[in-house]
């Protein structure tokens, strides 16, 4: 066992370290007295006398041997301090303390380190880390499996609203009369549809040659004229209404071609005096390519001539006015009257189409009975006669 000691002569003049091994000391070495410090403690030997080299060695060896075990004494009388242990441990603690708390808790064991002496004398810690505890993974919010929306219950059908009673039809037309020169007519309108536009720009112009002039046959509350008489000269009593005279249109589609008639009213149809009848209807249809169109051109003119008609296909210049035909009203002794194109110019009435009219002048118009003639625009009669008189 190696022991380092420090001695010192009694006069404190010299020192030096020596460390005691088993080898020879120099010879002569002369010491009054030593003072040996070992460690911790100072011994005191008793003075040394000369010795020879041999007798040296042996106090030397004796004197090494007592220091080692007054040394090895003074440590175990001194309370030794634990020291510290070299070995490094990580701190958990702290990182604990930083971990998310688990939802469920879990028992956790710890062990104290333990004290173990070394073989110098040092006591040695062991302590088995605290193992980090597995944090528990939170649990997911569970999600509702997905459930099919409920079937509506259906609808119930409504109610059928009930069915409106068929209205009754009208009661039997009853024929009032008035005088013919009372009878007044109806303004024309402002034209609106494209009918109506188109029958304000072909309305003829009637040129009275004898007989009648044209009279109003009905009025807005459906009472029509009484006639004349076939008596007295063919103009006689009809000479014109003081309330003003009318025209009667009426226009639709044949063949692809746009119809327009025109219908006029005579109080009587006598060329002379007990000729004739009470009551005459006339008319001219116009026959135009389309309405609709910017210009529509005039193809044909077919006036009313005793049950028949005369065609104009298309019509000479000189019986048209523009846009307005010429027609002429004049009667062949002893036949009745007709209507037929000419170039002389005539007067314009009111014109008021067949839609424009009252309910009550139209059920006049198609109830009431004329005698010989018949009119020529109302429902039963229009067609049959654009087929009568298609030019084409």
């Not at 009032?176 to 109506?196: A, C, L, M, N």
């Not at 025109?262 to 006598?270: A, E, G, I, L």
């Not at 523009?322 to 009203?329: E, L």
Request: charged share 15%; net charge negative; with cysteine.
């Amino acid at each position: 066992m190696l022991v380092g000691c420090w001695l010192r002569s009694s006069h404190g003049s010299v020192e030096q370290q020596e460390s005691v091994y088993d080898r020879d000391i120099p010879a002569r070495i002369v010491l009054s007295y030593a003072h040996i410090t070992c460690t911790s403690q100072t011994f005191t030997l008793l003075p040394l006398a000369y010795a020879s080299s041999r007798t040296m060695k042996r106090y030397v060896f004796l004197w090494a041997a007592l220091a080692t075990f007054a040394a090895v004494q003074a440590q175990e009388n001194t309370p030794a301090s634990t020291p510290k242990s070299t070995q490094k441990y990580i701190d958990y603690s702290e990182i604990l303390k930083n971990l998310p708390k688990p939802r469920v808790r879990q028992n956790t064991t710890q062990s104290d380190p333990t004290q173990q002496g070394s073989g110098s004398g040092a006591t040695q810690q062991n302590a088995t880390p605290t193992p980090t505890p597995t944090p528990t993974p939170t649990p997911l919010p569970e999600t509702p499996a997905p459930t099919e929306p409920e079937t509506p219950a259906p609808t119930p059908a409504p109610t059928p609203a009930p069915t409106p009673a068929p209205t009754p039809p009208p009661a039997p037309w009853v024929t009032v009369t008035i005088d013919h020169d009372q009878v007044k007519p109806f303004g024309q309108p402002e034209p609106v549809t494209i009918s109506e536009k188109a029958g304000v720009k072909f309305k003829p112009q009637i040129h009275i040659t004898n007989g009648c002039h044209p009279y109003p046959a009905v009025n807005e509350a459906g009472e029509t004229s009484g006639g004349l008489k076939t008596k007295g000269a063919p103009s006689a009593g009809c000479k014109g209404s003081g309330w003003g005279s009318q025209v009667y249109g009426r226009s639709g589609w044949k063949n692809d071609v746009w119809a327009i008639m025109y219908s006029w009213y005579f109080p009587k149809d006598s060329p002379s005096t007990g000729l004739g009848h009470r009551h005459d209807w006339e008319h001219v249809i116009i026959w135009i390519d389309n309405p609709d169109v910017e210009n529509p051109r005039i193809l044909a003119v077919t006036p009313s001539a005793h049950s028949g008609y005369s065609t104009y296909r298309p019509p000479n210049a000189d019986t048209l006015d523009g846009t307005s035909a010429k027609v002429n009203y004049e009667s062949h002794w002893p036949v009745n009257h007709a209507l037929d194109s000419t170039s002389e110019g005539g007067d314009f009435q009111d014109l008021i189409m067949w839609d424009q009219m009252t309910d009550n002048a139209r059920r006049a118009l198609n109830e009431v009975s004329w005698g010989d003639a018949n009119v020529p625009m109302n429902d039963g009669n229009f067609g049959p006669k654009l087929d009568k008189a298609w030019p084409f």
